[in-house]
């Protein structure tokens, strides 16, 4: 019966690994992407701003 008990305890164990494992990739990879869509949208609003920028230029000559 105490074998029977330990196994048991054995795989909760190993599922709560698992589960904590999981757990810690989806937070990783959620703020990876978080971070590249950050950076996304300050490349995005540097280009339109020199954009903008060279277009005002070439408009006083």
Do not use: T
Not at 14 to 24: F, G, M, S
Not at 26 to 45: N, S, T
Not at 48 to 60: E, I, K, T
Request: net charge positive; proline share 0%.
């Amino acid at each position: 019966m105490l074998a029977i008990h330990g196994a048991a305890q054995e795989a909760e164990s190993a599922k709560a690994a698992i589960v904590l494992i999981a757990a810690v990739l989806v937070i990783f990879w959620r703020l990876v992407l978080r971070i590249l869509l950050a950076i996304i949208a300050i490349v995005i609003v540097v280009l339109v701003g020199s954009g903008a920028v060279v277009l005002l230029q070439s408009m006083h000559r």
